[in-house]
């Protein structure tokens, strides 16, 4: 630095001008003549190089003792000055080589305070830090950066008027307590910023935590969404399959009602009227006792039976109940069994059983023609 060079030429003009003192004061000694004292300090180059010389005041003490004393007072009160002189200039050289040790220390403790800034930040900027956070960081860093600032400069004015204005221990001593007392300062502060950094890398490595956390729920929740989405889908294949199929087979049992509709309102005009078939049975001529005839509806012809067992079978298909099923099977075998029995009575004693009969079969064809279309499913085998 610029000061360093100008105390190295201050400190070597004053070895310069104290080795030529002392020669003339050896060759002063051994010349016991009387002598006019001769100047002690040769010009010198520098401008700084008056600041170790002595005072005028002392100048004139030191004539006035030399003229009353005479050259050998007047030298050892010279060798004295120049012996302080000399242990003030090894003090302050002293102090100054433990002034910049102090500087390079506060140099290196610097810059690993804004290197763990800098990572600190870094890490900040990676995780998404808070707004006031990153506030109250860059806040402190600048406090700090002028606090360290202003105790460079301070230390460099201080070096800089101990160095070119004074050279007392006092002013020494206090800039040793000053810099001791800053350097205790800077300890502090450094002592604090680590405290904040260990709070924020804690706080860091929760929030991290946390995160890991959340993202962890939110992968469970999006595989659990995935798999209610591929339920709900199969789910509503299977309705959409179902309600197909099942309007298909309503369609097919409304189609076949209506079949069975239509084909018992033609069969409207084949059967005779319950009044007419039973004015025809009673107008008949009457039989001999003892002989045998088939019945009226024997002598009718085969095709309203044929209409009949046909509707009927339509109207056991279109009924989606299988109990009512099984009735009609059960009801039809019976029916079966019993259309065999109008060919065997006899009109002897049998006429009423064989009426009776037909107009059952009669009462069952009238009650399939006039089934309301409004309820196409009231028809049921209990009909029968």
Same mark, same amino acid.
């Given at each position: 630095m610029d000061w360093e060079k100008k105390f190295t030429t201050i400190v070597n003009e004053t070895e310069a001008n104290l080795d030529r003192v002392r020669r003339r004061l050896e060759a002063a000694r051994k010349n016991t003549g009387d002598m006019e004292p001769e100047t002690l300090s040769a010009p010198v180059t520098s401008r700084h190089s008056t600041v170790y010389?002595? %005072?005028?005041?002392?100048?004139?003490? =030191?004539? *006035?003792?030399?003229?009353?004393v005479g050259p050998p007072i007047w030298a050892t009160i010279l060798e004295e000055k120049l012996s302080q002189q000399h242990k003030?200039?090894? #003090? !302050?050289?002293?102090?100054? !080589?433990f002034l910049q040790t102090e500087k390079e220390k506060q140099? &290196? =403790?610097i810059d690993h305070l804004q290197g763990d800034i800098k990572l600190l930040?870094?890490?900040?900027?990676? +995780?998404g830090a808070n707004v006031d956070t990153e506030n109250k960081l860059s806040i402190w860093q600048q406090e700090t950066q002028q606090q360290i600032n202003n105790l460079r400069q301070q230390i460099i004015r201080q070096q800089q008027s101990d160095t070119l204005q004074t050279a007392s221990r006092h002013s020494v001593d206090e800039l040793v307590s000053k810099v001791i007392d800053a350097k205790q300062v800077c300890h502090d502060e450094v002592e604090g910023a680590r405290r904040d950094m260990d709070y924020y890398k804690t706080r860091m490595t929760r929030l991290e935590k946390k995160m890991n956390s959340l993202s962890d729920n939110f992968s469970d929740l999006s595989r659990k969404h995935n798999e209610l989405s591929s339920d709900l889908a199969s789910v509503e294949g299977r309705t959409k399959h179902d309600y197909r199929e099942?309007?298909?087979?309503? &369609?097919? +049992?409304? *189609?076949?009602?209506? *079949?069975?509709?239509?084909e018992a309102s033609s069969m409207k005009d084949v059967f005779p009227k319950k009044s007419d078939y039973r004015q025809r049975l009673l107008s008949s001529p009457p039989v001999p006792v003892g002989a045998e005839r088939t019945s009226v509806l024997r002598q009718e012809p085969t095709a309203w039976r044929e209409l009949l067992s046909h509707s009927l079978s339509r109207v056991s298909i279109a009924s989606s109940d299988s109990t009512l099923s099984s009735g009609y099977l059960a009801r039809k075998q019976s029916k079966d069994s019993e259309d065999d029995i %109008?060919?065997?009575?006899?009109l002897t004693g049998g006429l009423a059983d064989s &009426? &009776?009969?037909?107009?059952?079969?009669?009462? =069952? #064809?009238?009650? !399939?023609? #006039?089934? %309301?279309?409004?309820? %196409?499913? #009231?028809?049921?085998? +209990?009909?029968?």
């Open positions: 010389s002595l %005072p005028t005041s002392a100048k004139h003490s =030191v004539m *006035a003792s030399d003229k009353s003030t200039i090894e #003090s !302050l050289t002293k102090t100054v !080589l140099k &290196s =403790v930040q870094g890490r900040l900027e990676e +995780k099942l309007s298909h087979t309503l &369609s097919q +049992k409304i *189609a076949d009602l209506m *079949a069975a509709r239509n %109008p060919d065997r009575i006899h &009426s &009776s009969s037909e107009e059952s079969l009669l009462d =069952v #064809s009238h009650s !399939l023609i #006039s089934t %309301p279309s409004s309820s %196409p499913t #009231s028809l049921s085998i +209990k009909d029968l």
